[in-house]
């Protein structure tokens, strides 16, 4: 049996997780433990690096401990310590990667970096309806939206990505300019579930043509001149309009890339990760589309939606039984990337 203890620092969220496997049997979560910094935040309307990094060093030794607690372990019961080595905001990974290879080289145990889109990528594996090898990924968050083949575990193809925002960022932004405060993705679409999406005509940027690349600026622009256009005489009604159309064109954009993708590659079936990947209305319409394909699609768990140390340690555990995930970092000797490309990353 080994335990694999996961540390998550990359941006707002402070995740730890425990997870375990046998030889050759899937991983499977113990228990996990998160805090989001959103509160500490949202008075600025965004993620403070500095105020972020100070605030998982407070965290992450409580949440370690309450995790090992939980899971009836001590710390000498740990044998591998991963952490998110990248991308994101350079002084909370190294937050995390210093405790997590200060642990290791106390305990005599091996320190894996992560790649934190690998972690969303195959955080389904530990949900009742796990995928097989080989899918389509749609990976969707604040920061990245991107279409990968994935045959196996380091074996990934990027199909397409945003030239632009990400559609998380899209979300964010147009909660924003509708008044909705930070963060204003899941704001939006529970206002949205109140209007016509089909009462303002907003963009699909890039959905015609055959590419699977994304682009969302142009939506966010739109989103913008349109609630100007409205002014301060708008009602809610009409917000609710204006948000569930937003929403709309979002999800028309990645029902149509991913339904692309799968045509493309002739895979059938779908893999959704990353935060955007629990709203709600996205969901239903990639069921039905799916279900129309006769293919199949999976997610993560809601609560592992958002970043979080399960799939950090999910992804080192399923390295290690492939092996494929050599020691990062030794005593005081370690790096992090806060910009990673994950077909940069060795991968692949």
């Not at 895979?267 to 990353?274: K, N, S, T």
């Not at 799939?311 to 990337?337: E, T």
């Amino acid at each position: 049996m080994v335990n694999v203890l996961g540390i998550e620092s990359s941006c707002d969220e402070t995740g730890v997780a425990l997870v375990r496997f046998e030889r050759d049997e899937p991983p499977r979560l113990v228990t996990h433990a998160l805090h989001s910094q959103v509160d500490m935040h949202r008075d600025f309307g965004g993620v403070v690096p500095e105020l972020a990094s100070r605030d998982h060093i407070r965290r992450l030794i409580p949440l370690t401990r309450d995790v090992l607690g939980r899971a009836q372990c001590t710390l000498g019961d740990v044998d591998i310590v991963s952490f998110t080595r990248g991308p994101g905001l350079a002084g909370a990974l190294l937050v995390g990667a210093g405790m997590a290879c200060a642990l290791a080289t106390a305990l005599g145990r091996p320190a894996i970096g992560v790649h934190h889109l690998e972690g969303h990528l195959l955080s389904p594996f530990l949900a009742d309806d796990p995928p097989a090898f080989p899918f389509v990924a749609l990976l969707v968050s604040g920061g990245h939206t991107q279409l990968m083949r994935v045959s196996d575990v380091g074996r990934y193809e990027l199909l397409g990505e945003t030239v632009d925002d990400a559609a998380g960022e899209a979300f964010d932004k147009s909660a924003m300019t509708l008044g909705l405060g930070y963060p204003g993705g899941p704001a939006l679409a529970l206002l949205a579930e109140e209007g016509d999406p089909k009462a303002f005509a907003l963009p699909r940027p890039l959905l015609r043509g055959n590419g699977l690349d994304f682009s969302f600026a142009g939506l966010k622009t739109a989103v913008w001149l349109q609630r100007r256009r409205l002014g301060d005489a708008a009602d809610r009604q009409t917000l609710a309009d204006l948000a569930a159309s937003t929403q709309a064109a979002i999800v028309d954009v990645l029902i149509g890339k991913a339904e692309r993708a799968l045509e493309f590659t002739g895979i059938q079936r779908l893999v959704v990760a990353g935060g955007v990947g629990a709203n709600v209305s996205l969901r239903q319409r990639l069921d039905a589309m799916v279900s129309k394909r006769q293919a199949r699609v999976h997610y993560p768990g809601l609560d592992l939606c958002t970043d979080n140390g399960a799939m950090i340690a999910l992804a080192a555990a399923m390295r290690w039984q492939r092996g494929l995930a050599p020691a990062q970092g030794s005593g005081l000797a370690f790096d992090v990337r806060p910009r990673w490309a994950l077909a940069d990353a060795g991968l692949s």
